[in-house]
């Protein structure tokens, strides 16, 4: 036996098998059930909450703007008869899909647990998507059912079971009212909720095109909350967490049920404006923000906190896109009592996978942390296929409960992210001799702007389908408070003299507004290689080196 634990090929300080060439979790062991239980996400996700004898009489949400509160016990209690009422008045049932269309509001979070608890598959999708960007999304998840504001109905289909106002009196009816009477309705039997059952179809942009429907299962979602379970840090109070992250967005939606599961107060923040956020901290003491680098920035900015009381604020979770080393440094000089939390992941990937913990890996400079509970990575290089050492820079490849079951109708485009069940990320990243991950750059050509995915391909297809441009090619523009933008190269046709500014309307009456182009380069042609594929980099490169435009 002494023997086999000196041979162990796993380095203690990387999490690297030498002989596999595979990293392993440094961090505490996920605590979930046998891969065979029936349980659902929602059951798993109060199961872990640590319970006490006022536990339940926590605040669990704030409505920013009213100050409207709800209870931990008075959610849950709302969630079940939600559940109830739809399955008994709506027809509701295990293996539905329901589109959720709708800001942060503190009906969603309701609403998402009556939903996973019952089978029914969760499609939340963001409220800024246009008519024909909502209509692809349901032809890839199928809802039968909508739940939308009275804002947003505008924007949907008729579905088979019709749509459901969330901030009507009659939602809020069935949350509150048990309508089902034991004489004319017989309550069903709860449905049996299986971890490999799908919970929820959340939407990822891909370089090929248009959003594509990722599935996520009970036991995906059930594994991301665990695995912010094994890293928790106990505290003398409920931490009160404000998080400028929407719902619909892979970050938000975990962030949520992280939330519930670790018993904290969660201020609920319809829309972004900065001092409404700051005002919020104050009134409500928020201790953790949860937001994308472009919050970051915004707070930066000299004299934007003036004036507010931000004393009780000690950590930032920081994701969706990369915070740069410049803004990083500011906002430590600015807010030396505050710990920044970067991570890493991705919509396949349930969100986080890898992340900071604790003020002592804060300190570490152009790191986003360690890999997650439960998950194993490799660093390959994208040229050889060849697994890479520590040190050494390639593509991440991750695997463990986590990730995705896979793509919508896509067996393609699934076949092509997994590789003998490691999903590809895209991302060209090394481990240090500490086991702390780096990214360095992206395969992938996503653009990100303020933390949304904006595919480069459909906006190209959006741009040549008008008859005056002849080619057109987008690629990502570097932007101090987004991050980047989308910025379009355009070939005009002969005797065109179409300019910017009615290029920028045209894409931007059919797309969401992060999906806007922001800048136009007009070019005589566009570089491609034998296969005809847009050399995005070195028109980006030569954009860069020729061009300077003012800040957007």
Same mark, same amino acid.
């Given at each position: +036996?002494?023997?086999?634990?000196? @041979?162990?090929?796993?380095?203690?300080?990387? /999490?690297?098998?030498?002989?596999?060439?595979?990293?392993? @979790?440094?961090?505490?062991?996920?605590?979930?059930?046998?891969?065979?239980?029936?349980?659902?996400? =929602?059951?798993?996700?109060?199961?872990?909450?640590?319970?006490?004898? %006022?536990?339940?009489?926590?605040?669990?949400?704030?409505?920013?703007?009213?100050?409207?509160?709800?209870?931990? %016990?008075?959610?849950?209690?709302?969630?079940?008869?939600?559940?109830?009422?739809?399955?008994?008045?709506?027809?509701?049932?295990?293996?539905?899909? =329901?589109?959720?269309?709708?800001?942060?509001?503190?009906?969603?979070?309701?609403?998402?647990?009556?939903?996973?608890?019952?089978?029914?598959?969760? %499609?939340?999708?963001?409220?800024?998507?246009?008519? @024909?960007?909502?209509?692809?999304?349901?032809?890839?998840?199928?809802?039968?059912?909508?739940?939308?504001?009275?804002?947003?109905?505008?924007?949907?289909?008729?579905?088979?079971? /019709?749509?459901?106002?969330?901030?009507?009196?009659?939602?809020?009816?069935?949350?509150?009212?048990?309508?089902?009477?034991?004489? %004319?309705?017989?309550?069903?039997?709860?449905?049996?909720?299986?971890?490999?059952?799908?919970?929820?179809?959340?939407?990822?942009?891909?370089?090929? $095109?248009?959003?594509? /429907?990722?599935?996520?299962?009970?036991?995906?979602? +059930? *594994?991301?909350?665990?695995?912010?379970?094994?890293?928790?840090?106990?505290?003398?109070?409920?931490?009160?967490?404000?998080?400028?992250?929407?719902?619909?967005?892979?970050?938000?939606?975990?962030?949520?049920?992280?939330?519930?599961?670790?018993?904290?107060?969660?201020?609920?923040?319809?829309?972004?404006?900065?001092?409404?956020?700051?005002?919020?901290?104050?009134?409500?003491?928020?201790?953790?923000?949860?937001?994308?680098? #472009?919050?970051?920035?915004?707070?930066?900015?000299?004299? =934007?906190?003036?004036?507010?009381?931000?004393?009780?604020?000690?950590?930032?979770?920081?994701?969706?896109?990369?915070?740069?080393?410049?803004?990083?440094?500011?906002?430590? *000089?600015?807010?030396?009592?505050?710990?920044?939390?970067?991570?890493?992941?991705?919509?396949?990937?349930?969100?986080?996978?890898?992340?900071?913990?604790?003020?002592?890996? *804060?300190?570490?400079?152009?790191?986003?942390?360690?890999?997650?509970?439960?998950?194993?990575?490799?660093?390959?290089?994208?040229?050889?296929?060849?697994? +890479?050492?520590? $040190?050494?820079?390639?593509?991440?490849?991750?695997?463990?409960?986590?990730?995705?079951?896979?793509?919508?109708?896509?067996?393609?485009?699934?076949?092509?992210?997994?590789?003998?069940?490691?999903?590809?990320?895209?991302?060209?990243?090394?481990?240090?001799?500490?086991?702390?991950?780096?990214?360095?750059?992206?395969?992938?050509?996503?653009?990100?702007?303020?933390?949304?995915?904006?595919?480069?391909?459909?906006?190209?297809?959006?741009?040549?389908?008008?008859?005056?441009?002849?080619?057109? =090619?987008?690629?990502?523009?570097?932007?101090?408070?987004?991050?980047?933008?989308?910025?379009?190269?355009?070939?005009?046709?002969?005797?065109?003299?179409?300019?910017?500014?009615?290029?920028?309307?045209?894409?931007?009456?059919?797309?969401?507004?992060?999906?806007?182009?922001?800048?136009?380069?007009?070019?005589?042609?566009?570089?491609?290689?034998?296969? /005809?594929?847009?050399?995005?980099?070195?028109?980006?490169?030569?954009?860069?080196?020729?061009?300077?435009? #003012?800040?957007?």
């Amino acid at each position: +036996m002494e023997e086999d634990n000196n @041979s162990n090929p796993i380095d203690p300080k990387t /999490g690297f098998n030498s002989i596999s060439k595979t990293f392993h @979790s440094l961090r505490p062991p996920l605590n979930l059930p046998p891969p065979y239980a029936s349980i659902s996400a =929602a059951t798993y996700i109060l199961s872990l909450r640590h319970k006490s004898p %006022s536990s339940d009489s926590l605040t669990f949400l704030i409505d920013s703007t009213t100050s409207h509160q709800i209870s931990h %016990s008075i959610f849950i209690q709302r969630s079940q008869t939600l559940a109830t009422n739809l399955t008994t008045l709506h027809g509701l049932t295990k293996n539905h899909t =329901a589109l959720v269309l709708s800001p942060n509001i503190i009906q969603v979070p309701i609403l998402y647990f009556a939903l996973l608890s019952i089978g029914v598959v969760l %499609s939340p999708v963001n409220p800024a998507s246009s008519p @024909s960007e909502i209509s692809h999304l349901i032809s890839l998840s199928k809802p039968i059912i909508a739940f939308t504001t009275s804002f947003l109905f505008h924007k949907l289909p008729k579905l088979s079971l /019709g749509t459901i106002l969330i901030d009507s009196p009659e939602f809020d009816a069935l949350t509150t009212e048990d309508n089902s009477s034991p004489v %004319s309705v017989s309550i069903p039997i709860p449905p049996v909720v299986n971890q490999s059952d799908v919970a929820a179809i959340l939407y990822s942009s891909g370089t090929t $095109g248009k959003s594509k /429907g990722v599935m996520l299962t009970h036991r995906n979602i +059930m *594994a991301s909350v665990a695995s912010y379970n094994a890293v928790r840090i106990p505290t003398e109070s409920p931490a009160v967490c404000l998080a400028v992250v929407p719902y619909f967005h892979v970050y938000g939606f975990t962030y949520l049920f992280k939330s519930v599961a670790m018993m904290e107060t969660l201020v609920v923040m319809e829309r972004f404006g900065l001092e409404k956020m700051l005002g919020a901290f104050q009134r409500f003491r928020v201790t953790n923000l949860a937001a994308a680098p #472009p919050v970051v920035v915004a707070m930066n900015k000299e004299r =934007a906190t003036e004036g507010y009381d931000l004393s009780s604020l000690k950590w930032l979770a920081c994701g969706g896109a990369p915070l740069g080393k410049d803004n990083l440094d500011a906002f430590k *000089a600015k807010f030396p009592q505050v710990s920044i939390l970067q991570g890493y992941g991705l919509t396949e990937s349930t969100a986080g996978v890898i992340r900071i913990v604790g003020s002592d890996e *804060a300190r570490r400079a152009g790191t986003t942390g360690r890999l997650g509970s439960g998950m194993e990575a490799k660093i390959v290089n994208p040229n050889t296929g060849e697994s +890479m050492s520590p $040190g050494e820079e390639g593509e991440l490849w991750v695997r463990g409960p986590q990730i995705m079951k896979g793509y919508v109708d896509d067996p393609v485009a699934t076949a092509v992210t997994f590789v003998d069940g490691w999903l590809r990320t895209g991302d060209i990243c090394y481990f240090d001799n500490e086991g702390f991950v780096y990214v360095v750059d992206r395969l992938k050509e996503l653009i990100k702007y303020k933390g949304y995915q904006v595919a480069p391909a459909e906006l190209e297809q959006l741009l040549q389908s008008h008859q005056e441009i002849k080619d057109a =090619a987008v690629v990502p523009y570097p932007d101090e408070d987004a991050g980047q933008v989308p910025l379009a190269i355009v070939v005009r046709q002969p005797q065109s003299c179409m300019g910017e500014a009615e290029i920028i309307d045209f894409v931007a009456k059919q797309v969401a507004p992060y999906k806007k182009i922001r800048r136009v380069v007009f070019v005589h042609s566009i570089p491609k290689n034998a296969s /005809g594929k847009i050399l995005r980099k070195e028109l980006l490169n030569k954009i860069l080196a020729q061009r300077t435009f #003012p800040r957007l």
